[in-house]
């Protein structure tokens, strides 16, 4: 499966974005799923529930299954997981978005608002293939897209997964 992750500080933008072009390629005929790293302790289960109750008691794994959905609970037992290792539970799909892992080696799209005062990604990082600011960037040597512009994003992502990205902002 191919892997584009969407990299960037807290509050650069990445949710936003990456649920402004999902839809897109989805739009485009591709099929998509995301990986979303969770900086702090999370709980998708609730108290009182079943499944609650399930791992409570000690299961390692618990799923949790509808008509809908289904879910698939796994204690990690104090050690987070590698993304490679989260990627083999993932059906095929033409591409894999990733929220998060900057530090992990797969290409990845950086969103960079200059205005935060945070360090940039890309010039440090070879898998930064691209770039998405709300700020001209002279120095950047990458792709370089307009964070406003989610349908351009949409559409150098297409390109990247038919293995064809531009390098320039004619998006």
């Not at 307009?146 to 559409?155: K, M, N, Q, T, V």
Request: glycine share 8%.
């Amino acid at each position: 499966m191919l892997v584009l992750g969407l990299a960037g500080w807290s509050g650069s933008g990445k949710t936003t974005l990456l649920t402004a072009v999902l839809p897109l390629l989805i739009g485009q005929g591709m099929s998509v799923s995301t990986v979303k790293h969770a900086h702090h302790r999370f709980d998708v289960d609730q108290p009182g529930k079943d499944s609650y109750r399930h791992r409570q008691a000690g299961a390692r794994e618990v799923l949790v299954a509808s008509s809908a959905r289904w879910a698939l609970m796994h204690e990690n037992a104090g050690a987070e997981p590698p993304l490679a290792e989260l990627l083999t539970r993932l059906a095929p799909v033409d591409l894999v978005l990733v929220e998060g892992f900057k530090a992990h080696p797969h290409p990845k799209l950086e969103v960079y608002r200059p205005a935060l005062g945070l360090p940039r990604l890309w010039p440090d990082r070879p898998d930064v293939v691209a770039v998405a600011s709300d700020a001209a960037l002279r120095d950047c040597d990458r792709a370089l897209l307009p964070l406003d512009d989610p349908p351009a994003i949409a559409r150098w992502i297409g390109d990247f997964v038919r293995g064809r990205p531009g390098v320039s902002g004619d998006y």
